[in-house]
Nanobody, 127 residues
Framework: QVQLVESGGGLVQAGGSLRLSCAASGRSLSSYDLGWFRQAPGKEREFVAGISRSGGRRYYEDSVKGRFTVSRDNAKNTVYLQMNSLKSEDTAVYYC????????????????????WGQGTQVTVSS
């Protein structure tokens, strides 16, 4: 099991930027694929972005493509989500989640694939 802690959320105006961090402890993140999800009030938790354990594969939900970038630094045991051109509809609690990579293919966007979750960080975009 890996413990995940998100940080970097806050209040930002539309068009602004934030960088979220997801710091891991307990195990090396180099064995894990990581996903970012978000949940807005009254809505289901949805996939935002994902990155393979080596960083070689990255996936994005359509509405954030070209605005968000997921990256990782395995030496620091940390994954990042750079969010630019933020919109009011990006307002949500953002969560990172870890999937132990066995080499088998799976759908990064499915919540059930992830075993360990952080507590979330609030992102609020004012219009």
């Amino acid at each position: 099991q890996v413990q995940l802690v998100e940080s970097g959320g806050g209040l930002v105006q539309a068009g602004g930027s934030l960088r979220l961090s997801c710091a891991a402890s307990g195990r090396s993140l180099s064995s894990y694929d990581l996903g970012w999800f978000r949940q807005a009030p009254g809505k289901e938790r949805e996939f935002v972005a994902g990155i393979s354990r080596s960083g070689g594969r990255r996936y994005y939900e359509d509405s954030v493509k070209g605005r968000f970038t997921v990256s990782r630094d395995n030496a620091k045991n940390t994954v990042y989500l750079q969010m630019n051109s933020l919109k009011s509809e990006d307002t949500a609690v953002y969560y990172c989640a870890a999937h132990y990579s066995s080499g088998s293919s799976y759908n990064f966007a499915r919540r059930i694939e992830y075993d360990d979750w952080g507590q979330g960080t609030q992102v609020t975009v004012s219009s």
